[in-house]
């Protein structure tokens, strides 16, 4: 069975400093990991994907994240936020085989950027 | 421009109405699949497909049901609504190939069952 936990349900951060969201999984395949954004009212939006290549992972806006297997986690990472960050992230785990297409989406941390 | 289209943006229905959420992609992907987007809760799977013909159920089937007879369509018909189905619905999809890649989600429908 797969699941996803993302350790804080809100992060608050000043524009400039690092951001970090956190992520664990549990996946009896080897997985793949996606991490979403979704601005208010908005879709989903593809941030980054790890799947078995590097561990390091790097995605669109500055945004990167590390494959952990030995701690199960892939936690996102940015080094200055910015204001239009402000947003829902969500954390995604697929099995490498993937069956038909599921998704199991963590719970997803709300990122606040203060001026 | 090529992508998952899901109609309509906004519904509110009457407890015990029915209805059918659209979900429409043009990029020929065999893999397609409805969630539900609820507060605190992430997005929960309803049902899937890996193509015509063939569905099964997610995580949160009960109340929903799916068919798909075309590989570009695959909509969520909800039997009897009620007020615990007020939510988010998105879909999604994607191809055996590249569903390690990314998934194409619709912009979804707010449903509001009253």
């Known amino acids: 069975a797969q699941s996803v936990t993302q350790l804080d349900s809100h992060v608050s951060v000043s524009e400039g400093t690092p951001v970090l969201l956190r992520c664990n999984y549990s996946s009896s395949y080897s997985p793949s990991l996606f991490w979403y954004v979704q601005h208010p009212n908005k879709g989903l939006q593809l941030l980054l994907k790890y799947t078995s290549a590097a561990t390091l992972v790097k995605g669109i806006n500055g945004f990167e994240a590390e494959f952990k297997k030995s701690e199960t986690s892939f936690h996102l990472t940015k080094p200055s936020a910015h204001m239009s960050d402000a947003a829902e992230y969500f954390c995604v785990v697929s099995d490498r085989l993937n069956q038909g297409g599921k998704l199991i989406f963590g719970q997803g941390t709300e990122l606040s950027v203060k001026p | 421009n090529a992508g998952v289209t899901q109609t309509p943006k906004f519904q509110v229905l009457k407890t015990g109405q029915s209805m059918t959420l659209q979900c429409a992609q043009d990029m020929n992907h065999e893999y397609m699949s409805w969630y539900r987007q609820d507060p605190g809760m992430g997005l929960r799977l309803i049902h899937y497909s890996v193509g015509a013909g063939i569905t099964d159920q997610g995580e949160v089937p009960n109340g929903y049901n799916v068919s798909r007879s075309t590989t570009e369509d695959f909509p969520l018909r909800l039997l009897s609504a009620a007020p615990s189905q007020t939510s988010v619905y998105f879909c999604?999809?994607?191809?055996?190939?590249?569903?390690?890649?990314?998934?194409?989600f619709g912009s979804g429908t707010r449903l509001t069952v009253v």
């Open positions: 999604a999809s994607t191809t055996p190939g590249q569903s390690n890649y990314g998934y194409t």
